[in-house]
């Protein structure tokens, strides 16, 4: 039996058991069972998330709650098609029961998750078994336990573990977003920075709206935000500590700032500051606070952003005439231009994997977002519209997130998700107008 231990926060939604209680066909997956994530076309996984079985009227309302959770976001994802409830021929009543995989065949389900909450000593625990209904096996078994105020975090977790024993990729649901939430009239907008969980729930707010907040990015380690604000003509990076709340000012510079972002280490911090027209890249040391520019040309150069590794910058640059997309080592040296598509290109990150590069696309009044190599090459647009923007990637590197601004009076920007094989586009519902998201790794 293997224990891990997460740490306790109030922000964190402490899980602070996760009992590997049973794997079985370990580092494999069920004959049947592969989804083939990497091919154009996505057919869904047919699959049967039955409500965890409770004792009690709190915990079986508890397994309701988690099963719905765990099939909206397998639903979200675009690789697993939730049966709906009503469609179930077997009631699982009984966690010890082994399921008639006969009746989960005849509604075609090809995978089955059985599950049971509890309530011990004033925690909240869940166990959950994922079947193969042809083989009738069990794929994997996992135990967790929380508070039960943090029962969407537990659904999240138990999704994840789902996920990646039937994809092989690691899941995404266990992250928050964090974005600027944007009221009132479109000219008079009050942008303030927002928190939430992936699929949209939990929406707190960590500004006041007195100053205006941009390009907020997560640490590697989930527990800081750096982001740029100005309010009374000073324009400030900021690091903001999710757990306790403390914000502190990494510098004040006598021009503007732009898209902070940290090195994959933790320890630097990286942005464009503008100067006579121009703007050029630096790269800040969170520690001794030393300043290192990494450009010097007379153009607009911004949008950095590390590759994982730390050894390389992807950037936007105008050097050449129009925006394009541009690639350097880690500390300036051998700059050179990746994009060569028609149309202007900005808003350029690095997939956590390594693998591909998301931005921009601006051309023929259109803007898309899209993905190419690190090299350039294997150019691919995932989506358009009237004004796309912001791409930001989920920690496998499978869902890219961004903002669309919608056009009218009433109008504005709204947070959409889409699968990197460029299907499944998906609003992200969010209580107001929303733009600016950046999605935080794993947080267990």
Do not use: C
Not at 5 to 19: E, G, M, Y
Not at 102 to 107: A, C, H, M
Not at 195 to 222: A, C, E, H, W, Y
Not at 394 to 422: H, K, T, W
């Amino acid at each position: 039996m293997i224990l891990k231990r997460i740490p306790d926060s109030h922000f964190f939604a402490t899980v602070l058991a996760a009992v590997l209680w049973l794997t079985l066909h370990t580092g494999a997956r069920a004959q049947g069972l592969d989804v083939d994530i990497n091919k154009g076309q996505i057919d869904p996984l047919p699959i049967a998330i039955t409500a965890f079985v409770g004792a009690s009227p709190e915990s079986a309302q508890s397994g309701a709650d988690i099963a719905g959770v765990i099939a909206n976001n397998l639903g979200r994802s675009g690789y697993f098609r939730p049966l709906p409830p009503e469609s179930f021929i077997e009631q699982i009543t009984s966690f010890d029961q082994e399921p008639r995989f006969g009746d989960w065949r005849q509604i075609q389900a090809k995978a089955l998750v059985t599950g049971q909450a509890t309530m011990e000593g004033g925690r909240l625990k869940a166990q959950f078994i994922l079947w193969d209904t042809g083989s009738q096996q069990k794929l994997a078994g996992f135990e967790f336990a929380t508070s039960p105020k943090n029962w969407r975090r537990l659904a999240h977790l138990i999704s994840d573990k789902i996920y990646q024993q039937i994809t092989g990729v690691p899941g995404y649901f266990d992250t928050r977003i964090v974005f600027v939430s944007e009221s009132g009239p479109k000219d008079k907008r009050v942008k303030r920075l927002s928190i939430m969980d992936q699929d949209g729930f939990n929406v707190r707010s960590i500004s006041d709206g007195k100053q205006i907040v941009l390009t907020p990015r997560f640490s590697p380690n989930s527990l800081e935000i750096t982001y740029m604000a100005f309010g009374s003509g000073t324009p400030r990076v900021y690091l903001y500590n999710i757990e306790t709340g403390q914000r502190e000012i990494v510098g004040e510079f006598p021009n503007m700032s732009f898209a902070p972002r940290f090195s994959p280490d933790g320890q630097r911090v990286i942005m464009s500051l503008q100067d006579e027209g121009n703007s050029n890249i630096y790269l800040l040391d969170l520690r001794s606070r030393q300043m290192q520019q990494l450009t010097n040309v007379p153009a607009i150069n911004t949008a950095p952003s590390f590759s994982p590794d730390g050894s390389q910058i992807v950037f936007e640059s105008d050097r050449e005439g129009s925006q394009q997309v541009y690639v350097m080592n880690a500390d300036g040296s051998n700059q050179r231009r990746i994009s060569y598509g028609d149309g202007r290109y900005a808003t350029p990150v690095w997939s956590p994997d390594g693998r591909y590069i998301a931005f921009t696309k601006q051309g023929s009044g259109r803007f898309a977002i899209g993905v190419m190599n690190p090299d350039g090459g294997g150019e691919r647009i995932l989506t358009e519209g009237f004004h796309n923007e912001g791409p930001t990637w989920a920690p496998n590197s499978r869902v890219i997130m961004f903002f669309r601004d919608e056009p009218g009076e009433n109008g504005g920007p709204r947070l959409y998700s889409v699968d990197v094989s460029g299907y499944n586009e998906q609003l992200v519902k969010t209580p107001s107008f929303a733009s600016d998201p950046a999605w935080s790794p794993l947080l267990n």
